[in-house]
């Protein structure tokens, strides 16, 4: 079945950089983006950004532009997402998901259909 | 960026109700919009998407509706499992893909 199946989790300290894996399976892996989106603990969803596995472009949220950098391996059919200069509010759980389109004739619809199961990192000193 | 705003912020209801959430963007968004439903300790799950198209095997009694500023997600008949928090999500114009705070619906 299609299923993103993301590394586990991670302790590190503030300054330290983490990388989060996503593995993809059951459908063509450079077909569709790969987005990141995080969570803190009792808080909403918070979009990162998002990668084209097969061309590899790449677009980030403002908020983490120099900070993060996602890339891939298309051989192996894994996303990575790197997060450098971690703080404390960087705690969270990290999700990858697919993005996939409903594509008409002049505009697509754009949604986020496949989810890994989350990767939970904590900064702390 | 667009933000998006969704009301209330939470309910309590039973099961059977007809349950209503908004969610509103900061700017005309046309149809571009997603609505997710998460329950505690899970990835969130899609329901809908271009606003009012039902995600394959999303149950029907969920529905979406709008264009522009103003969305609707009705859940027409709670469930017990229905019991989650639901965020809306617009890609109109991104980056940023943009969430909002989402709506807990907990059990009266």
């Known amino acids: 079945q299609v299923q993103l199946v993301q590394s586990g989790a991670e302790v590190k300290k503030p300054g330290a950089s983490v990388k989060v894996s996503c593995k993809a399976s059951g459908y063509t892996f450079t077909s569709y983006d790969i987005n990141w989106v995080r969570q803190a603990t009792g808080q909403g969803l918070e979009w990162m950004g998002w990668m084209n596995p097969n061309s590899g472009n790449t677009g980030y949220a403002q908020k983490f532009q120099g900070r993060v950098t996602m890339t891939r391996n298309t051989s192996i059919s894994t996303a990575y997402m790197e997060l450098s200069s971690l703080r404390s509010e960087d705690t969270a759980v990290y999700y990858c998901a697919r993005g996939s389109k409903a594509t008409y004739p002049y505009y697509y619809y754009y949604y986020m259909d496949v989810w890994g199961k989350g990767t939970t990192v904590t900064v702390s000193s | 960026a667009i933000r998006m705003t969704q009301s209330p912020s939470s309910l309590s209801a039973s099961t059977g109700d007809r349950v209503t959430i908004t969610c509103r963007a900061s700017?005309?968004?046309?149809?571009?919009l997603a609505w997710y439903q998460q329950k505690p300790g899970k990835a969130p799950k899609l329901l809908i998407y271009?606003?009012?198209t039902l995600q394959s095997g999303v149950p029907s009694r969920f529905s979406g509706s709008g264009s522009g500023t103003d969305f609707t997600l009705t859940i027409s008949c709670l469930q017990s499992e229905d019991f989650a928090t639901y965020y809306c999500q617009q890609y109109y114009s991104y980056p940023p893909i943009t969430f909002g705070p989402g709506t807990k619906v907990d059990i009266k």
């Open positions: 271009a606003a009012s």
């Open positions: 700017q005309g968004i046309s149809s571009y």
